[in-house]
């Protein structure tokens, strides 16, 4: 063999040991994926304030009798009454809403003896908080004993809450640039956004005063929350 094909031979038996120790050791070798980068999670608040337009009572009326027909007939009169004397105060049938029915005997002392039935109904009743005096003055009026409430509540929450998230995501955006640039990044993208949990309204300063003339509702505060998670693109 001459002197250049030994040289050609060793060069190619060099080449074919690198390629053998590149696949043997991979980190040897050069990878074909690029890196994954940097990524930047924040999580964003926002809440805005609204005052409430409406309110929700529960009415309940409660009735004895010696047996348990009569206890149960004389309480569905009465709870007739109510719900008639609520349409009257102005209150939509959609927004009365029977949640109880109940019955059960009343018995001597020894636990023994049936010597009548107690029978009770209620309603759940929501109305526009202008009128909330008025409600409570008219199921009273018709016979109701038991009266819960008020909880307040705000028509267009939906729309309040969509004007948080935009706060929260706001809000998500100026911690992620913070974050960058005080690590010497810069913010390329968004890589995820998770919707929190919507939180129930928060009451500020709701109350219910009794008056000479009814009970008179106070609307307060409240506060329509919302949060997200945002994961940001860095480099």
Same mark, same amino acid.
């Given at each position: ?48 304030? @609204? ?112 004007? &948080? ?10 911690? @992620? ?32 005063? &009794? ?25």
């Amino acid at each position: 063999m001459t002197r250049l094909g030994k040289v050609i031979l060793l060069a190619g038996l060099l080449l074919a040991a690198a390629a053998i120790a590149g696949v043997a050791q991979p980190h040897l070798g050069r990878s074909a994926t690029a890196s994954s980068g940097t990524s930047i999670t924040v999580t964003g608040d926002g809440a805005v304030n @609204a005052t409430p337009d409406r309110a929700s009572f529960d009415f309940g009326v409660t009735t004895q009798a010696s047996t348990a027909a009569a206890a149960l007939s004389r309480n569905a009169a009465h709870a007739r009454a109510i719900v008639s004397a609520l349409e009257r105060a102005g209150v939509d049938a959609k927004n009365i809403q029977t949640t109880d029915v109940s019955l059960w005997p009343q018995t001597r002392a020894n636990g023994t003896e049936i010597v009548g039935y107690t029978a009770s109904n209620s309603v759940h009743v929501t109305a526009p908080l202008a009128r909330a005096g008025g409600v409570v003055d008219a199921a009273v009026g018709a016979g109701a004993n038991n009266v819960g409430g008020p909880s307040l509540d705000t028509s267009d929450k939906s729309s309040l809450y969509e004007e &948080a998230l935009k706060q929260a995501l706001a809000d998500a955006k100026g911690k @992620a640039a913070a974050i960058a640039a005080a690590t010497g990044l810069g913010i390329t993208g968004v890589e995820k956004v998770t919707e929190g949990s919507q939180a129930t309204p928060m009451p500020y300063f709701a109350q219910a005063r &009794a008056a000479d003339t009814g009970p008179s509702i106070e609307p307060g505060t409240q506060q329509i929350q919302a949060s997200v998670t945002v994961t940001y693109s860095a480099g």
